[in-house]
């Protein structure tokens, strides 16, 4: 999994699970944390259009990821899902993690 900044958006790249995941990708996200704050104007957005697959572990970090923005005081939002992440998140039973992205 590769994670890059482009502007206001974090795209996420590759495997989002347990073995696509690595001390790197940790780093980058711990990294793009310090650049949002809520005095920026803009919360966090997240394409996830390069995802290929996700799995539970990947999926945790993502929302892990997504309330320590929040905690910043910014709000995050998951844009360009595939049908097949939002698939895994729903039987995962993880909606009310992602509840209100797309």
Known sequence: MK???????EYIRGDLTRSGIELNVINSLSHSLDKVSPERGYGLRIDCGGVRTADKSGLQLLYVWMQCARLRGVESELVNMSATMQNTIHAMGLEHCFAGNS
């Open 3 to 9: 994670i890059y900044t482009k502007g206001a958006v």
